[in-house]
């Protein structure tokens, strides 16, 4: 099934929407500036309607069913969420208003921004950055900022261990500073001999996914930040593993110093088919004054008979502004939402049904499936997409199968240090049917990996489209319609 | 408990499948005086608590939406057809994931191959990404894209001073471990012929927006050539507004090498700042050096024609710290909305909007101009925003607007002082399609009020 391109619906002279009328007097226009082609489709409202909806039902999405794409955390996205987001008050406000016309929108940034600090244990937050890159950017640049405050010039270096995601490499050189890549041991945790010997005046810190990408939590976490610390280094904490956590440890009282958070994973916010997020950034107090400005914070005048009343406050040492305005207002509102309606146990809950479901669901398919590092998992765990008596079947071929059987395929190929990585995160929003239907699945295709390879070979046959072909589309790119 | 499905025979039944005792148990390997932190919450609501608690505080907001509102300075009040709410609120496209599994997610790469494509048609460029978070790192990601293209070799940027004040900050930020010089200084009454003699072959690039921070239009033609000649192949990177390329010529017909801006105008609410689109479009040659996904055209197995992420090779998932950016997440949906807004208005309507913003704002120019005390400053010509010079400070104009009129609110302008301190007294108003006439007249009356 194909849906022709919008603008191959296209009619000339046929208009969609209508804007409304002209009511003023015509004023001459710049001539000589004015363009002579606007070369978009004219379709109408319907075609509009048709076209986007029949696209629409070429995608599979969380509302449709399970989705474990391993690292991204794809839980149910609440529908209360985007009726509070939807509200007239918060979508019509302009974001410089005066602060006077705001509070209640300031409320919400102020109060989110406090929940985050108590749900991770830290003294500053900032809602500012629009992503989890966007927040380890910013996390990096507040390292990077606090070493040269303190005249430590020399720290050039950011300690990366190899099952990191990439985007904590990509974020260390976009800040200037050096990559150093730490291996794994044998138990999956960060090694701490290769550790100790990286350790030097360099270091201006780590980069600690914790739990790993391999969904385990570091064994030796806090000697990883007792070392770090020992040099002179900061510990960043790459927070998209969270929804293992909330409720149940606070990175902050582990010593964690700067870490962000993903509102679009553990706290609910839709993935938008890739955005927007919100990537809050939480510091530990010697990092507070670094934070991208502004944030909101309660108006220190006031006197304690007044009511509440919200400012914009800069940071004296502010690494400056990451984007325009305060963030994703709208994400920050579905959060809030989420937070507000399962409070503290509700976290706490969350977290411990996304770590019984990853395990009821490696349990299921231990065996069948080769597992690099045999321990209790938290929130997502990685296999072996191969099997030894079945050497033509790779991990992709699995993925591809999966979309036959009518379910999402989990991240492949991620962690790099396990070969045909199949990783997969159920969360806690599955149920017990959902994990079970998927297991059977997973053990079926097994079987037919031995049985009738070819299958997952032809893999998909039940799906919009077959596999694509990425190498002709790389070598010799289409990236617009041409007229 | 709310969104988790489980029953306690189901919860049981797992544990003993999982082989431990209790979900305690799976917990063992966190330090035990780490573990089960009280966090300082409220107590939680029901899904009615939370929406009359959420439905109070954005009653205490005031709606720009549907009040007379005269404020742009990079996020503006335009109509968005009721057509793009309804698509974006698709389960299918709102709750999927980036598109990593091309065969099951066909619609999202559709529609953004659409989206790079009209995005091409407006720029007047060759490629366009599949998004950024918002106008300003869009702006920060074309000074990274120049830089990369000279393979950090040269560390001059010239920077315009009219450029909106956030983005120019967001450049600042994002390029502080770069080591690079930022020149062009932060007087907004600087010629661009002057920024043009600041090129020279240590510069990267050259930023320009159009209509600028103070909503100036200006001349591009003669100035790529001109950089190019004086910085050897500097690049020419044009912010813009995007409802204005309705009407005007686009910068890639002047020769651009990059174009990008902030999207929300097209379709996107005010939401109080975010989320909003940052677009980018460059020409082909860059396609390997630019940020940001890139959908392209294939065929699959068959023969049948699809879409899929390509030349990723330039990602942070591939090439880590090599990668030509960190950027993960964008801003999918809100791309969605944009592709929507345009195809909904198309060639015509979104001609039509430009030229209602152009003159609903010129006319509103003139009543201004004509009340005592407040006069435009006519520089250059203008699209939709406009600079008064009033009688007395911005902030006392606009607490009048919204408080001294009797049974009418009014949004005033924005207060220039806080960027350019010689700018006091200097208001920037905005004009769009929803300011009808009777609203322009109302703020015109309205200010020959003041001081009276």
Redesign the interface.
């Known amino acids: 099934m194909t849906e022709p391109l919008i603008y191959e619906l296209s009619s000339p002279g046929r208009e969609g929407v209508k804007p409304p009328q002209l009511d003023v007097p015509e004023s001459a226009l710049p001539q000589g500036w004015l363009r002579e082609d606007l070369p978009l489709p004219e379709v109408s409202e319907i075609d509009v309607v048709r076209h986007y909806l029949r696209l629409s039902q070429l995608n599979y999405a969380i509302d449709k069913g399970m989705y474990p794409l391993g690292s991204c955390t794809m839980k149910f996205n609440p529908k209360i969420n985007e009726v509070t987001a939807r509200l007239p008050g918060f979508t019509g406000i302009h974001p410089l208003q005066h602060p006077d016309d705001v509070q209640g929108a300031l409320y919400v940034i102020y109060t989110l921004q406090e929940y985050i600090k108590a749900i991770g244990g830290f003294a500053g937050v900032t809602l500012q950055p629009a992503a989890g890159a966007h927040g380890e950017l910013t996390g990096v640049l507040i390292m990077r900022k606090y070493h040269l405050e303190r005249g430590e010039t020399q720290r050039d270096t950011i300690l990366v261990p190899d099952s990191a995601h990439g985007t904590n490499p990509a974020s260390t050189s976009m800040s200037g500073l050096r990559v150093v890549e730490i291996p794994s041991d044998a138990r999956g945790n960060v090694d701490l001999d290769a550790l100790r010997s990286q350790v030097c005046e360099r270091v201006a810190g780590l980069m600690f996914t914790n739990p790993n990408t391999l969904g385990l939590f570091e064994e030796h976490m806090e000697d990883v930040i007792d070392i770090v610390h020992g040099c002179g280094g900061l510990v960043y904490g790459d927070g998209a593993n969270m929804n293992a956590l909330t409720g149940i440890m606070r990175p902050g009282d582990a010593g964690i110093d700067v870490m962000h958070f993903n509102l679009h994973k553990t706290f609910s916010t839709p993935h938008g088919g890739g955005g927007p997020g919100c990537g809050a950034v939480g510091v530990a107090a010697h990092l507070v004054d670094y934070l991208p400005g502004p944030i909101v914070v309660l108006d220190p005048n006031l006197e304690e008979e007044d009511d509440p009343y919200f400012i914009f406050h800069e940071p004296p040492k502010s690494i400056g502004r990451v984007k325009a305005f305060w963030g994703h207002f709208g994400i920050m509102v579905r959060a809030y939402t989420y937070i507000r309606m399962l409070g503290s146990e509700g976290l706490r809950r969350s977290a411990e049904h996304a770590v019984l479901n990853a395990n009821y669901l490696l349990s299921r398919i231990k065996g069948v499936y080769p597992l690099p590092y045999d321990r209790i998992c938290k929130h997502e765990f990685v296999v072996e997409g191969r099997f030894k008596d079945a050497p033509g079947v790779h991990a992709l071929d699995i993925a591809k199968r999966l979309i036959d059987y009518g379910v999402h395929p989990p991240t492949n190929y991620f962690p790099l240090i396990v070969p045909e990585a199949l990783m997969i995160e159920p969360t806690e929003t599955e149920s017990r049917q959902s994990l079970d239907n998927y297991a059977d699945i997973l053990l079926k295709i097994a079987q037919e990996a031995h049985e009738t390879p070819d299958l997952l070979h032809a893999a998909p046959q039940n799906a919009p489209v077959r596999r694509l072909d990425e190498v002709r589309a790389a070598r010799n790119p289409v990236l617009r319609y041409e007229h | 408990?709310?969104?988790?499905?489980?029953t306690d025979a189901?919860?049981r039944?797992?544990?003993a499948?999982?082989?431990?005792a209790d979900?305690a148990?799976?917990?063992?390997?966190?330090?035990e005086k780490?573990?089960?932190?009280?966090?300082?919450?409220?107590?939680?609501?029901?899904?009615m608590e939370?929406?009359q608690?959420?439905?109070?505080?954005?009653?205490?907001?005031?709606?720009?939406?549907?009040t007379p509102?005269f404020?742009g300075?990079?996020?503006y009040?335009h109509?968005v057809?009721s057509?793009v709410?309804?698509?974006?609120?698709?389960?299918?496209?709102?709750?999927?994931?980036?598109?990593?599994?091309?065969?099951?997610?066909?619609?999202?790469l559709?529609?953004?191959?659409?989206y790079?494509?009209?995005i091409?048609?407006?720029t007047g460029m060759?490629?366009?990404n599949?998004?950024h978070?918002?106008?300003?790192?869009a702006a920060a990601e074309a000074v990274?894209q120049a830089y990369n293209v000279f393979r950090k070799k040269r560390n001059k940027i010239v920077l315009a001073p009219t450029v909106?004040p956030?983005?120019r900050?967001?450049i600042?930020?994002?390029t502080?471990?770069?080591?690079l010089e930022i020149v062009g200084g932060d007087d907004p009454t600087t010629e661009i012929a002057h920024l043009v003699e600041l090129v020279d072959e240590q510069t990267a690039c050259l930023i320009l927006q159009t209509p600028d921070f103070l909503g100036q239009?200006h001349?591009l033609s003669g100035l790529a050539d001109a950089i190019h000649a004086r910085g050897k192949d500097a690049q020419f990177v044009v912010i813009t507004n995007p409802i204005s390329?309705?009407?005007?010529?686009?910068p890639g017909?002047y020769g651009a090498d990059i174009v990008v801006g902030?999207g929300q105008p097209l379709g996107l609410?005010?939401?109080?700042?975010?989320?909003?689109l940052g677009f980018y479009a460059t020409r082909?040659q860059f396609?390997r050096q630019m940020a940001g996904?890139?959908?392209?055209?294939?065929?699959?197995?068959?023969g049948?024609?699809?879409?899929?992420m390509?030349?990723?090779?330039r990602?942070?998932?591939?090439?880590?710290?090599?990668?030509t950016?960190?950027?993960?997440?964008?801003?999918?949906?809100?791309a969605?909305a944009a592709?929507?807004y345009?195809?909904?208005?198309?060639?015509?309507?979104?001609?039509?909007?430009a030229?209602?913003n152009?003159?609903?704002a010129?006319?509103a120019a003139d009543a201004i101009d004509a009340v005592e005390g407040f006069a435009v400053v006519r520089r250059k010509?203008f699209f939709n925003e406009f600079v008064v010079h009033c009688p007395a400070p911005v902030e006392e104009i606009?607490r009048f607007l919204?408080e001294e009129i009797e049974a009418v609110e009014i949004?005033g302008g924005?207060d220039l002082a806080q960027d350019y301190p010689a700018m006091a007294n200097h208001m920037l108003v905005a004009v769009t399609?929803m300011n009808?006439?009777h609203e322009?007249d109302l703020l015109a009356e309205a200010l020959s009020a003041f001081g009276d």
Not at chain 2, 133 to 137: F, K, L, M, R
């Open positions: 408990m709310v969104y988790i499905p489980h189901e919860r039944a797992m544990l499948t999982i082989g431990v979900i148990a799976l917990f063992a390997d966190i330090p780490f573990r089960y932190p009280q966090l300082d919450l409220p107590e939680p609501l029901s899904e939370t929406l608690e959420l439905q109070f505080l954005a009653g205490l907001n005031l709606n720009a939406n549907t509102t404020l300075a990079g996020a009040r109509w057809p057509v709410d309804y698509v974006i609120s698709r389960g299918e496209f709102y709750t999927a994931y980036t598109p990593y599994q091309a065969e099951v997610s066909q619609g999202t559709q529609a953004i191959f659409e790079e494509s009209m091409c048609d407006l060759d490629i366009a599949a998004s978070y918002d106008g300003a790192t990274i909106h956030q983005y900050q967001v600042h930020t994002y502080q471990g770069m080591g239009l001349d390329l309705g009407l005007l010529k686009p017909d902030e609410g005010l939401n109080f700042g975010g989320p909003y082909a396609a996904r890139l959908v392209g055209k294939t065929v699959d197995i068959e049948k024609d699809g879409y899929v390509t030349l990723t090779t990602e942070q998932h591939i090439r880590r710290d090599k990668a950016s960190n950027i993960c997440s964008n801003q999918g949906l809100m969605l592709t929507v345009m195809a909904a208005l198309g060639k015509h309507g979104l001609r039509k909007v030229e209602l152009y003159h609903k010129h006319y010509p606009n919204l949004i924005y399609e009808s006439r322009i």
